[in-house]
């Protein structure tokens, strides 16, 4: 008669030489590269493929507009555009209405400096342009 230790061994040779075996053994090799595929995109390159996505995503775009005039809260001139230094930083918008046609939007500065401190004012009577075209004009006279 047959030994339990036989007839454990006969039955392992058994199973190995099965089809579902075989199954078994691709069906964990392709688990394990999944995982480490996973593993990869998530744990190591995960942070990498996240700053990539929001660069697709979000688009930061710098426009030139067109300046006006600027007003005060009673329709009160304050600048005009033509005096008005490009890049001189006045402070920082508050709120931003838009107008019921959806063409136009109206906005409120907070300013960057407290009006009750002031010591000094510089007043601006002309631009660059200005000075550079009276220069030019008296060049060639």
Known sequence: MYSILERLKAGIEEILRTRVFVLIIVFCIMSSILVGRLFNLQIVNGQQYLDDYKLQI???????????????????????????LQGLFIGYISEIEVDSNNLTRSGYITPAVDFSNIQEVLVITSTKEDLTQNSSDSKGE
Do not use: E, H
Not at 61 to 79: M, W
């Open 58 to 84: 979000q688009k930061t775009r710098v426009t030139q507009g067109t300046r006006g005039n600027i007003y005060d809260k009673n329709g009160k001139l304050l600048a005009l555009s033509s005096k008005y």
